[in-house]
């Protein structure tokens, strides 16, 4: 475990090879789990400010989950996270002509409809992070679907951090990435 701040990071992050290949795995994360995807507080209202933006592109199944519950509800937990359908799909998932899932947040956000990208979550993901008093666990969250992005970041030798060097910003800040970056890239050098 690396510390920075008031975070404590997996080394995972720094050895693990990862670059997500949705040609193989057609977006799975989006649709496998027990439970949608982990919100921020702040997030929940952005939810419901970027749904009439996104509405169309969302599949009927979806609407109406949303139209009982919301785009979003508390689990076992008691954490708040996007509505699912059927036990599957975040609600908020749409599906190319190919059959791959993507985000429709995300999708409106690069056709310049909506400034907010996604939960942050998911921008994170395969990375989850929790929640502690005094500080926040940056861990890779290891998973099977994802074995297709471990094989690809092999053949690429990109560090998973590095592949989630935007996200990382994003949550974080660009001075932490950078102290990320420098322990990274002295890791090997450590003293014994």
């Known amino acids: 475990m690396i510390q ?5 990071v997996s080394l995972d992050l720094i050895e693990k090879k990862f670059v997500c290949d949705l040609s193989a795995c057609k977006g799975i994360c989006c649709v496998e789990g027990d439970c949608g995807a982990p919100l921020e507080e702040e997030e929940l209202a952005i939810l419901d400010e970027v749904l009439p933006i996104v509405w169309d592109d969302l599949s009927p199944d979806a609407r109406e989950i949303i139209k009982k519950q919301g785009t979003y509800y508390y689990d076992r937990d008691g954490e708040p996270v996007t509505s699912i359908v059927r036990g599957e799909d975040c609600v908020f998932t749409c599906y190319d002509e190919n059959g ?21 979550s998911c921008h994170l993901y395969p990375v989850r992070l929790g929640k502690f008093d005094a500080f926040t666990a940056v861990n890779y969250h290891r998973w099977g679907v994802c074995r297709a992005a471990l094989v690809l970041g092999e053949k690429l030798g990109k560090p998973l951090y590095e592949f989630l060097k935007e996200p990382l910003i994003r949550k974080f800040g660009e001075e932490w990435f950078a102290q990320l970056d420098y322990a990274a890239k002295n890791w090997g050098n450590r003293p014994e």
Request: hydrophobic fraction near 35%; charge should be positive; include cysteine.
């Open 4 to 8: 920075i701040e008031d975070t404590v």
């Open 100 to 120: 791959m899932c993507k985000c429709a947040i995300e999708k409106a956000f690069r056709e310049g409809r909506t400034s907010f990208y996604k939960p942050i």
